[in-house]
Nanobody, 117 residues
Framework: QVQLVESGGGLVQPGRSLRLSCTAS????????MSWFRQAPGKQQRELVA????????AYFGPVKGRFTIDRDSATNTVYLQMANLKPEDTAVYYC??????????YGQGTQVTVSS
Protein backbone atom coordinates (compact mmCIF):
# COMPACT_ATOMS: atom_id res chain seq x y z
CA GLN A 1 0.00 0.00 0.00
CA VAL A 2 1.29 3.43 -0.93
CA GLN A 3 2.27 5.82 1.84
CA LEU A 4 2.46 9.62 1.76
CA VAL A 5 4.86 11.53 3.98
CA GLU A 6 4.59 15.30 4.33
CA SER A 7 7.29 17.68 5.50
CA GLY A 8 8.14 21.37 5.50
CA GLY A 9 5.64 22.76 7.98
CA GLY A 10 6.54 25.15 10.74
CA LEU A 11 6.08 28.60 12.25
CA VAL A 12 6.33 31.52 9.82
CA GLN A 13 5.59 35.23 10.00
CA PRO A 14 2.75 36.78 7.99
CA GLY A 15 3.82 37.69 4.48
CA ARG A 16 6.54 35.07 4.32
CA SER A 17 6.72 31.92 2.21
CA LEU A 18 6.90 28.21 2.96
CA ARG A 19 7.13 25.08 0.82
CA LEU A 20 5.52 21.80 1.80
CA SER A 21 6.63 18.46 0.38
CA CYS A 22 4.79 15.16 0.07
CA THR A 23 6.73 12.08 -0.96
CA ALA A 24 4.97 8.92 -2.07
CA SER A 25 6.45 5.49 -1.37
CA UNK A 26 6.09 4.57 -5.05
CA UNK A 27 5.22 6.14 -8.39
CA UNK A 28 1.53 7.03 -8.31
CA UNK A 29 1.41 10.27 -10.28
CA UNK A 30 0.53 8.56 -13.57
CA UNK A 31 -2.72 7.13 -12.21
CA UNK A 32 -3.86 9.48 -9.48
CA UNK A 33 -4.97 13.00 -8.70
CA MET A 34 -2.76 14.54 -6.04
CA SER A 35 -4.15 17.20 -3.73
CA TRP A 36 -3.41 19.28 -0.69
CA PHE A 37 -6.11 19.71 1.95
CA ARG A 38 -5.95 21.68 5.18
CA GLN A 39 -7.80 21.60 8.48
CA ALA A 40 -7.87 24.82 10.46
CA PRO A 41 -7.95 24.85 14.28
CA GLY A 42 -11.42 24.18 15.65
CA LYS A 43 -12.83 23.07 12.30
CA GLN A 44 -14.01 19.54 11.69
CA GLN A 45 -13.86 19.59 7.91
CA ARG A 46 -10.76 19.49 5.77
CA GLU A 47 -10.68 22.14 3.07
CA LEU A 48 -9.42 21.40 -0.43
CA VAL A 49 -6.58 23.74 -1.32
CA ALA A 50 -5.06 22.59 -4.61
CA UNK A 51 -4.98 19.65 -7.01
CA UNK A 52 -2.79 18.38 -9.82
CA UNK A 53 -4.01 15.66 -12.17
CA UNK A 54 -2.08 12.84 -13.81
CA UNK A 55 -1.88 15.06 -16.93
CA UNK A 56 -0.47 17.95 -14.92
CA UNK A 57 -3.57 20.15 -14.85
CA UNK A 58 -3.66 22.35 -11.76
CA ALA A 59 -6.56 23.86 -9.83
CA TYR A 60 -6.75 26.07 -6.75
CA PHE A 61 -9.62 26.66 -4.39
CA GLY A 62 -10.75 29.46 -2.12
CA PRO A 63 -8.53 32.19 -0.72
CA VAL A 64 -5.23 30.57 -1.75
CA LYS A 65 -5.67 31.45 -5.43
CA GLY A 66 -2.79 33.55 -6.62
CA ARG A 67 -0.68 32.75 -3.55
CA PHE A 68 -0.19 28.97 -3.56
CA THR A 69 1.33 26.79 -6.29
CA ILE A 70 1.14 23.01 -6.57
CA ASP A 71 3.83 21.15 -8.46
CA ARG A 72 5.35 17.70 -8.66
CA ASP A 73 8.60 15.93 -9.41
CA SER A 74 8.02 12.51 -10.92
CA ALA A 75 11.67 11.54 -10.53
CA THR A 76 11.33 11.68 -6.72
CA ASN A 77 7.57 10.92 -6.41
CA THR A 78 7.17 14.25 -4.62
CA VAL A 79 4.37 16.81 -4.72
CA TYR A 80 5.00 20.33 -3.51
CA LEU A 81 2.84 23.14 -2.23
CA GLN A 82 4.61 26.49 -2.50
CA MET A 83 2.86 29.00 -0.29
CA ALA A 84 3.53 32.72 -0.62
CA ASN A 85 2.30 35.80 1.22
CA LEU A 86 1.08 33.65 4.09
CA LYS A 87 -1.68 34.97 6.34
CA PRO A 88 -2.72 34.00 9.87
CA GLU A 89 -5.85 32.40 8.42
CA ASP A 90 -3.62 29.95 6.54
CA THR A 91 -2.77 28.36 9.89
CA ALA A 92 -3.80 24.71 9.67
CA VAL A 93 -2.64 21.14 9.46
CA TYR A 94 -1.90 20.49 5.80
CA TYR A 95 -2.54 17.03 4.37
CA CYS A 96 -1.35 15.48 1.16
CA UNK A 97 -3.96 13.31 -0.57
CA UNK A 98 -3.90 10.83 -3.44
CA UNK A 99 -7.08 9.82 -5.28
CA UNK A 100 -6.34 6.71 -7.34
CA UNK A 101 -8.05 6.71 -10.71
CA UNK A 102 -8.78 2.99 -10.31
CA UNK A 103 -10.36 3.52 -6.90
CA UNK A 104 -9.21 4.19 -3.36
CA UNK A 105 -7.59 7.16 -1.75
CA UNK A 106 -5.08 7.94 0.97
CA TYR A 107 -4.00 10.86 3.15
CA GLY A 108 -0.62 11.58 4.64
CA GLN A 109 -0.15 12.17 8.35
CA GLY A 110 -0.26 15.96 8.01
CA THR A 111 2.16 18.78 8.72
CA GLN A 112 1.42 21.82 10.89
CA VAL A 113 1.70 25.31 9.44
CA THR A 114 1.39 28.23 11.84
CA VAL A 115 1.39 31.80 10.57
CA SER A 116 1.96 34.25 13.38
CA SER A 117 4.04 37.28 14.25
Amino acid sequence: QVQLVESGGGLVQPGRSLRLSCTASRDIFSDSVMSWFRQAPGKQQRELVATITSEGARAYFGPVKGRFTIDRDSATNTVYLQMANLKPEDTAVYYCHAQMLRGGHIYGQGTQVTVSS
